[in-house]
């Protein structure tokens, strides 16, 4: 028991600052949870327009978890929001950002090209202790390393989105990766909110190896003829228990992320008939129906 307490405030000290590369959907809300967690975050972006998207969207969301958690309490509640607030700052440069941190949390487009590009750099500014994560979907955490020395203190932080109200985080061990920096994310994990599993560097990790190749089924089933897309949603719904049908929730992801998802999978391993192509959703993807956010998928949206 002592070990454990020890081990816990020791990880607590270790991370007192965060640094987020990339500001958009992911980046803010991994900003967010960290800020409101009481650590110190820079968000990082190429661009000053989407840091200044973020930093309302945060207040916007903050506003929101404080009015639930002190209901009756609302000065303690806009204390709460400005403390938070206070302890985010943005920047449109990553490598001030990042000389002295103690967790860079990488965000940024889902390209391995860029990743490196961007791992590179930091890796030669930021402080020896430093720890390096990606919180990619569909990449290698082996082949992110690749581009860095510091390969033991470096590893995957997989959150979903919308980042503060899903409450999984993966963690990825790569092939390197230290117990030390193992057990310091998981400590972290834990101290912005979040449940941890485990997992090693496998594509899609846990939820998105499961997740990915089922959507890809039901488009299949779809394309086929076997069953309407509506049926298709309503049986996994209500025979399975799901909370949204699998056309549904494609729409949802967007289909340009499925399509590019599966892609790159293929390429990786062409063997693997589960991350096969497939015309419907390729169909779709060119005529520019990527789902919800376009107004056109699987199913019709009001765009608003
Ligand atoms: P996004 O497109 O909303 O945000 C990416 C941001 O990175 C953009 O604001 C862009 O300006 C910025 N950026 C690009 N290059 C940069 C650089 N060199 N330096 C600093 N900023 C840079 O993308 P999103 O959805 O937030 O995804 C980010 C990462 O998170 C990707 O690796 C994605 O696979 C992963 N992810 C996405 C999930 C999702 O549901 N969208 C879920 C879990 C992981």
């Known amino acids: 028991v002592i070990s454990r307490s020890f081990s816990a405030s020791s990880v607590q000290q270790a991370i007192k600052n965060v640094t987020v590369i990339g500001g958009g959907l992911m980046g803010s809300g991994i900003a967010q949870v960290a800020a409101q967690a009481g650590q110190n975050v820079t968000l990082v972006d190429v661009s000053p327009e989407v840091l200044s998207k973020a930093q309302k969207s945060i207040e916007t969301n903050l506003g929101r978890v404080a009015k639930k958690i002190y209901k009756d309490k609302p000065q303690e509640g806009e ?76 590893g995957g932080l997989h959150f979903f989105n919308p980042v503060p109200v899903m409450r999984l985080l993966e963690v990825v061990r790569g092939a390197e990766t230290s117990d030390q920096t193992y057990n310091t994310m998981m400590e972290w994990g834990k101290a912005v909110g979040k449940t941890c599993i485990t997992c090693k560097d496998t594509p899609g990790f846990v939820v998105n190896r ?50 590019f998802i599966l892609d790159g999978w293929h390429k990786k391993y062409p063997n693997e008939p589960l991350f096969n192509p497939i015309p419907l959703l390729n169909k779709l993807v060119s005529e520019g129906k990527l789902g919800v956010k376009t107004g056109q998928g699987f199913y019709t949206y009001d765009k608003k």
């Open 79 to 154: 204390k709460f929001v400005a403390e938070a607030l206070g302890r985010l700052k943005t920047s449109t440069n990553a490598l001030e950002a990042s000389k002295s941190t103690d967790l860079v949390v990488e965000a940024i487009v889902e390209n391995l090209d860029v990743k490196h590009k961007v791992f590179k750099q930091l890796d030669d500014v930021a402080d020896q202790h430093t720890i390096f994560a990606s919180n990619t979907s569909s990449l290698s955490i082996n082949d992110i390393a690749t581009a860095i020395k510091r390969k033991d203190r470096f």
């Open 210 to 259: 499961l997740l990915v190749p089922y959507i890809a089924e039901a488009i299949r089933l779809f394309e086929r003829g076997d069953a309407s897309a509506r049926d298709i949603d309503i049986a996994m719904k209500l025979g399975a228990g799901y909370p949204m049908g699998p056309l549904e929730l494609a729409d949802y992801v967007g289909l340009d992320t499925n399509k």
